[in-house]
């Protein structure tokens, strides 16, 4: 709702590992029911900050309110409320799935009978009932993902914090876990903070906070990034792009940037470039076109004027 207080509120975040800092005072605020994003490459500082606010990592400062209250990260009120999907896989696996999330529930003290029927609701949430007795070490790995998402929502938390929820997972299972995670803000009003390095995902999220350096760059939707540069991306596929390149800096001065296996060219109305392109290059030359608005790696680009994808970060 317009006016609305935020539920959560980030001030002045800066710390980082020893005596290196790594953030450099992040803000942000996040609406109740929404999914904001944190992207940026590696080393931008994404993890520090799911660190600092699950209270895994002691940041040199942070006010931290929830509901408007102070809160101490990673304190008791903060556990009662959160739900935390980590990175890197924290299931056993030698326990059952059902094993996992009754182990939750005890830990967080939630009542026999409401944790009972809980763990049923989350392991057909999960799409695990025909699996929910077998041992971890035998599922597959988007079988784990969604486990460990569904133990996050065993005590009902109000704000759920992921960091990379989809990394490692296959185009099928990204697009159940965003299945899910839609239905869980429409079915609960989940509130939902993620780290991630995957522009793809990043598009999906309501609101977008761009790191680089420790620092956040631009906070909008992920529309409103977008718009805010101007021209379109026309990707050209060929054999030889560096050869590809060359041509069309001779013969049609037009300045190209070039990958493994294609050439971008950032222009204005490239619905009419495309024609004078293909109409001018040799039978051959080419295998496919593509354009498209600018993707978030090149909202980055253009805020930063660094890659978003380079040697140092592939990925």
């Known amino acids: 709702m317009p006016g609305e207080a935020p539920l959560l509120s980030v001030r002045g975040l800066r710390g980082g590992y ?14 109740r029911g929404e999914i904001f994003g944190l992207l940026g490459p590696n080393g931008s500082g994404k993890s520090t900050t799911f660190l600092s606010l699950t209270g895994l990592l002691r ?54 009978d409401k944790a009972r029927a809980r763990i049923e609701a989350l392991l057909a949430f999960a799409d695990l009932a ?27 938390p109000s704000l759920l914090v992921l960091d990379e929820p989809t990394v ?21 009003g989940l509130t939902m903070v993620m780290t991630t390095h995957r522009p793809e995902e990043a598009a999906r999220c309501d609101r977008l906070a761009i790191l680089d350096g420790g620092r956040i760059v631009a906070t909008d939707t992920p529309a409103r990034l977008q718009a805010a540069v101007s021209g379109d991306i026309i990707t050209l596929t060929a054999r030889d792009p560096d050869e590809l390149a060359a041509w069309l800096k001779a013969h049609l001065d037009l300045d190209a940037r070039v990958t493994p296996d294609s050439v971008v060219i950032v222009c204005e109305r490239g619905h009419a470039l495309i024609p004078r392109i293909v109409e001018a290059l040799p039978t051959g030359r080419l295998e496919a ?27």
């Open 18 to 31: 020893r005596k290196r800092t790594v953030l450099q005072g992040v803000d942000f605020d996040v609406a």
């Open 59 to 112: 940041p040199e400062h942070l006010e931290l309110r929830l509901d408007g209250a102070l809160i101490e990260a990673g304190g008791r009120e903060m556990r009662r409320r959160m739900g935390v999907v980590f990175q890197s896989p924290s299931v056993d696996p030698n326990l059952s799935p059902r094993e996992h999330l009754a182990l939750t529930a005890r830990l967080h003290s939630v009542p026999t």
């Open 130 to 156: 025909d699996r929910a007795d077998d041992k971890v070490k035998t599922l597959s790995g988007g079988m784990r993902r969604r486990l460990e998402l569904a133990r996050a929502l065993v005590h009902s």
């Open 168 to 188: 490692g997972l296959d185009h099928a299972s990204f697009e159940r876990t965003w299945t899910r995670l839609t239905e869980l803000r429409e079915r609960e």
């Open 289 to 315: 076109v593509n354009l498209q608005r600018p993707s978030l790696a090149e909202v980055f680009s253009h805020l930063t004027g660094r890659a978003f994808f380079s040697a140092e970060n592939p990925a």
